[in-house]
């Protein structure tokens, strides 16, 4: 098994900037892929960013150039840094993290998730 918790979520301005942290514990030699996604009130659930075990990035079109993931694989934590926020970044925001030899932005194709935490950008 695998437990996520993430952190760092909170409420800031247009062109602010959040760090979300996930700290993963558990069985993580198992992880081949970990990811951001996010949900919205009232829409489905969004994959933002993922990063594998050997460092391979993807990045949603809507926040390439704003959000940076990364990892730090000696403390098993997981980053999403996002800059330039705007009000349609406001969600929940999950951290999650697969299993599977294959990785995208599916959130079918990822095993552990996180509880969530909550990002809202006022304009």
């Known amino acids: 098994q695998v437990q996520l918790v993430e952190s760092g979520g909170g409420s800031v301005q247009t062109g602010g900037s959040l760090r979300l942290s996930c700290a993963a514990s558990?069985?993580?030699?198992?992880?081949?892929?970990m990811g951001w996604f996010r949900q919205a009130p009232g829409k489905g659930r969004e994959g933002v960013a993922y990063?594998?075990?050997?460092?391979?990035?993807i990045y949603t079109d809507s926040v390439k150039g704003r959000f940076t993931i990364s990892q730090d694989n000696r403390e098993n934590t997981l980053f999403l840094q996002m800059n330039s926020l705007k009000p349609e970044d406001t969600a929940m925001y999950y951290c999650a993290a697969g299993i599977r030899d294959i990785c995208a932005l599916r959130s079918e194709l990822f095993n552990y998730w996180g509880q969530g935490t909550q990002v809202t950008v006022s304009s």
């Open positions: 558990g069985y993580t030699y198992r992880m081949f892929c």
């Open positions: 990063i594998t075990s050997t460092g391979t990035t």
